[in-house]
């Protein structure tokens, strides 16, 4: 393996970030008055031509930049700290600032060596499909507004409902990421169950459940106490056994069980619940069975995936982020509700002035289904993508997501230097550096401190969390651009680390 030397991106920050831009500039507007805020036709299809031009040369040259850069706040407000400008300034300033000091400071989360967190692997159709989204300022809120738009919704979210395998009175809608489909189900489970009545009620989940559900639950107005995080069995999955007791104990004591959340794929380690186990106490004991699948469902799509994510199908409701291992731009997450008609219960509000928005039954009002009123057409870039590529296309690259970590654990179990915490699972691989005679405290400050140069030298990045209190390593390998290369140089960029944090002070 061959370590990478210190000038190894063939070049300068600088020059990846100032690529000539607006050959258009001179004719933009500069600081007269425009009072209807429009740009003239050969303006704006050069200025388009620009931006499409400059988001190629960025997708284009995405492997030879760093992860990752982040600049410190007060370099920050030096740049980018002004008065608010009362006269505009030419187009080409408000761009050169743009790709100089706000796009150089990012980290790429499309970027084939980004193995942090939950990496965002997009592809340019819904790149563009956004820009149209805009471009025709699509309100997606109501059949009056925007009823192509909403039968395309309808046609999207039914699209994965059949891929995930609920029954035709499934249904949903486009949200912001998992943040929301998960407070849109509860919020659904708690008028479902509890009619508003939450007092005593309880939920119960693992102590890997993401924390989008714990915030979810206290704008809902639970308390800390009524959330139940079960320690998760030896694979980081929720425990039926425990589930069962806990549940039975809260009974005798006159609480009201009403909510079971179930993972498929935590954001750690991959792990999946014991769906169909979880499912069946949830149909005993009459609780709602939601599946956090913001990560992981997507993996339906692929053999594997399939396979671990087995009772998927069984829940009452479902969260399944596009913009995670769909492959879409941010913002996109989906919400399924196993009785769609729920949701209009749990959050349609009809005043006085969008009375004009009634419809026949047939046609949908999706404000009528969560939190947003004005909403934009996210379901389209999600429709264009699968029309364009084809749900094949989508299949295979969820797939390589599986192959990489699964390549990413081989490399690291060959190499004396770590261990192997979880197996690679769904696309996520956990480890950690070990030193021979070190204590707990010295190899968890090893981890930590490579984790710390990774991002800093931003080359690759990967993300540290905690299982069983240490310290541990992840890499997430859901980017189907990713080349068995970028892993092996990242393993080794991140061996090279941990070497140097061995060594003595
Ligand atoms: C399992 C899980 N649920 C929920 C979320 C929250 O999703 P979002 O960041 O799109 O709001 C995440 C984010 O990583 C996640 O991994």
Same mark, same amino acid.
């Given at each position: 393996m061959r370590f990478l030397s210190e000038g190894h991106f063939p070049h300068s920050i600088a020059f990846w970030y100032q690529l000539p831009c607006c050959k258009i500039l001179s004719i933009m507007s500069n600081g007269h008055s425009n009072l209807a805020l429009q740009l003239s036709r050969d303006e704006m299809l050069a200025f388009g031509h620009e931006i499409v031009a400059i988001i190629v040369a960025h997708l284009e040259n995405l492997s030879n930049k760093p992860v990752v850069r982040k600049m410190d706040r007060s370099s920050l407000e030096k740049r980018l +700290?002004?008065?608010?400008?009362? +006269?505009?300034?030419?187009?080409?300033?408000?761009? +050169?600032?743009?790709?100089?000091?706000?796009?150089?400071?990012?980290?790429?989360?499309?970027?084939? +060596?980004?193995?942090?967190f939950i990496p965002g692997p997009s592809n340019f159709v819904s790149i563009m499909a956004d820009a149209l989204a805009s471009g025709f300022n699509v309100i997606a809120a109501d059949w009056l507004e925007a009823s192509g738009p909403s039968e395309v919704e309808l046609v999207t979210v039914d699209w994965l409902r059949q891929l995930c395998g609920l029954p035709e009175s499934a249904g949903g809608l486009f949200v912001s990421g998992g943040s929301m489909a998960n407070l849109i189900s509860l919020g659904t489970a708690r008028h479902a169950m509890l009619r508003g009545k939450t007092a005593g009620a309880v939920v119960y989940c693992s102590d890997q459940t993401h924390s989008s559900v714990e915030r979810a639950l206290q704008v809902l107005g639970f308390e800390t106490a009524q959330l139940r995080k079960l320690p998760s069995d030896d694979l980081f999955r929720l425990s039926v056994a425990c589930l069962k007791r806990e549940v039975t104990a809260d009974r005798a004591a006159g609480k009201v069980p009403f909510c079971v959340i179930a993972n498929a794929g935590t954001t750690n380690t991959g792990a999946v619940d014991p769906l169909v186990e979880t499912a069946e106490v949830c149909r005993q004991e009459g609780l709602w069975f939601h599946v956090d699948g913001a990560y992981g469902a997507p993996a339906v799509l692929c053999e594997k995936g399939h396979s671990l994510l087995r009772g998927l199908h069984l829940a009452d409701s479902l969260t399944l982020d596009p913009h995670k291992w769909l492959f879409q731009p941010f913002e996109i997450g989906c919400v399924l509700i196993r009785d769609v008609h729920l949701l209009k219960g749990a959050f349609a509000i009809r005043p006085e002035y969008l009375k004009d928005l009634e419809s026949t039954g047939e046609e949908i009002n999706f404000c009528d289904y969560g939190i947003q009123l004005t909403r934009s057409f996210r379901a389209l870039k999600l429709w264009m993508s699968l029309k364009v590529f084809g749900l094949q296309a989508f299949r295979e690259a969820v797939a390589r997501g599986f192959v990489l970590a699964e390549f990413a654990e081989t490399l690291l179990r060959a190499s004396p230097y770590w261990e192997i915490v979880t197996a690679a699972t769904m696309g996520i691989v956990t480890f950690r550096f070990v030193q021979e005679g070190g204590s707990q405290h010295d190899v968890d400050r090893i981890n930590q401190q490579i984790v710390d140069e990774i991002f800093k030298e931003g080359f690759a990045t990967a993300s540290s969390t905690r299982l069983l209190g240490r310290k541990v390593l992840r890499l997430c390998t859901i980017n189907p651009r990713t080349t068995e290369d970028d892993i092996r140089q990242t393993v080794c960029r991140m061996e090279h680390f941990g070497r140097l944090a061995c060594r003595p002070a």
């Open positions: +700290r002004e008065p608010l400008p009362e +006269r505009g300034v030419e187009i080409g300033t408000v761009i +050169r600032q743009l790709q100089e000091n706000i796009f150089a400071n990012i980290m790429h989360n499309d970027h084939p +060596r980004c193995f942090s």
